[in-house]
């Protein structure tokens, strides 16, 4: 379905490695995106459509914060500052002694600048405390006003999801939020600086491709590189440098899988630990694709590794991207997920190779994201709106491998359907492409009329 390897002269080879897009999504945790550029001021909502509020509109230190019916008032007015602070009443939002365990209760206290009055809202609608790496959460998940508000491990849930102002009433990340971090590949042709790249687009994450066995139960880049001391060290270093971050995604289309080459979920699972603690990692992505993936066997050995995984480290994104047809993807994988106990923060689909030229990839992109939408919901029985925040598109900008178009305006159309659902993840393959074609290999131009990073640049918009 989606044959690219090295040389091959296709104008959207979508990976040396894969075909593969990666996932991710994103959302609170330790080091994404500071909250909005500047101050903004207005109610805080949640759980039953009800607001933050400061208990009896008291100012003393220590005043429990709530949920309760929205009313307007002054202690439900809460300036979301650039400098990660949440401030109502000229006070702060702070955790109780700067508490990390679960069920640390939340508190209205005297601004200080301290690590438990640092506060980020991410594009998947958490607000996170970096310092203890847990979310804002309605204790209990009740909606009942006066329902005291703590921080908990995030979990995804409808409970420790808020819309926070800045400026237009969502929690909107500055550009290079974690949402949009678009796939690198640094094994073959000329990839692009990454710090061109952030310096043109605003983008600050990229999802760095890919992560394969190199024969063994051991991770190699493309299986071949070390992880330590090679280009794509190198490459992680020079966006760390500039303020930003990056994916490792595990996969692709080529090469030997790991989930294919190591015998057990444990051994798999400790192939997937090596690079998280290779690099002190705060996500992943899993790029589902090639024939070992058809095996029940892999797809449960997967499954039980990304289990261990998300278990051994707490906070820890993990994302899943792989293909799906005009009406949404095969839900094998996503069942086995839901009924083993795992919960991953994307399901992200690429949208593409569908098949023939002429076709609206925009139109047929919402169509099969509904459709993921749908297998999500009836997998893990979530709500619409849970749904399309645990989902993901991942595009091909430019002409793909059967000869498809996806434009700039398709990018658009993505984009608006992205923000209006509150997606977790929307990305593409890759910034390696996204520049005019100069007679360059296979896998570095997208082979349409285009300004460099124009694609990029539409994406790096998504406000989550």
Same mark, same amino acid.
Request: a neutral charge.
């Given at each position: ?14 990976? @040396? ?8 999504? %994103? &959302? ?107 979310? @804002? ?6 909606? &009942? ?49 990454? %710090?061109?790249?952030?310096? +043109? ?74 690079? $998280? ?5 705060? &996500? $992943?992505? $899993? ?46 994988? $996503?069942?086995? +997920? ?127």
């Amino acid at each position: 379905m989606r044959g690219r390897f090295p040389g091959e002269r296709v104008p959207a080879v979508r990976s @040396l490695l894969g075909a593969g897009v990666a996932a991710v999504l %994103t &959302a609170g945790l330790t080091g994404s995106p500071a909250l909005g550029a500047a101050a903004a001021t207005g109610q805080i909502t949640g759980l039953a459509g009800k607001c933050v509020d400061v208990a009896g509109a008291n100012t003393a230190n220590g005043t429990p914060v709530q949920l309760y019916d929205c009313n307007g008032t002054n202690a439900q007015q809460w300036d979301v500052g650039s400098d990660g602070s949440v401030k109502a009443l000229g006070k702060c939002l702070d955790v109780t002694s700067a508490g990390t365990a679960n069920g640390t209760a939340v508190q209205l206290w005297e601004c200080n600048g301290s690590a438990a009055q640092r506060w980020t809202v991410t594009a998947a609608h958490d607000i996170v405390n970096p310092q203890a790496d847990k979310c @804002l959460d309605v204790t209990g998940n009740s909606s &009942a006003n006066g329902t005291r508000l703590q921080i908990w491990t995030c979990t995804g849930a409808a409970n420790q999801k808020w819309t926070a102002p800045t400026g237009g009433g969502d929690p909107t990340p500055p550009a290079g939020a974690m949402a949009v971090a678009p796939y690198l590949y640094n094994g073959w042709g000329s990839p692009p600086s990454p %710090t061109t790249v952030m310096n +043109a687009t605003g983008v600050k994450w990229f999802t760095l491709a890919f992560v394969l066995s190199n024969g063994y139960c051991n991770p190699q880049w493309d299986g071949s590189r070390p992880l330590a001391g090679g280009v794509d060290q190198q490459t992680v270093n020079t966006v760390r440098a500039a303020g930003g971050d990056v994916i490792p995604s595990f996969g692709g289309w080529s090469g030997n899988k790991l989930e294919s080459s190591c015998s057990s979920a444990g051994e798999l699972a400790g192939a997937y630990q090596k690079v $998280i603690n290779a690099y002190g990692l705060k &996500a $992943i992505d $899993i790029d589902i694709e090639a024939d070992a993936y058809a095996s029940a066997t892999v797809q449960q050995r997967t499954v039980d590794a990304l289990k261990t995984v998300k278990a051994n480290n707490p906070g820890l994104k993990v994302y899943v991207t792989f293909g799906t047809g005009q009406n949404g993807p095969d839900g094998s994988l $996503i069942g086995k +997920a839901a009924a083993s106990g795992l919960t991953v923060d994307s399901w992200t689909i690429m949208p593409f190779d569908f098949g023939g030229a002429g076709q609206n990839m925009g139109a047929l992109t919402v169509s099969a994201a509904e459709g993921l939408k749908n297998t999500v919901k009836s997998a893990y029985g979530y709500s619409d709106d849970q749904a399309y925040r645990h989902t993901g598109i991942s595009s091909m900008n430019g002409i793909t491998d059967n000869g498809e178009t996806v434009t700039v305006a398709d990018f658009r159309t993505i984009l608006g359907y992205a923000q209006q659902r509150h997606l977790a993840r929307l990305t593409f393959w890759s910034v390696n492409r996204d520049r005019p074609c100069t007679g360059g290999g296979a896998d570095t131009c997208s082979g349409v009329s285009q300004q460099p990073w124009d694609y990029t640049k539409v994406f790096a918009q998504y406000a989550g």
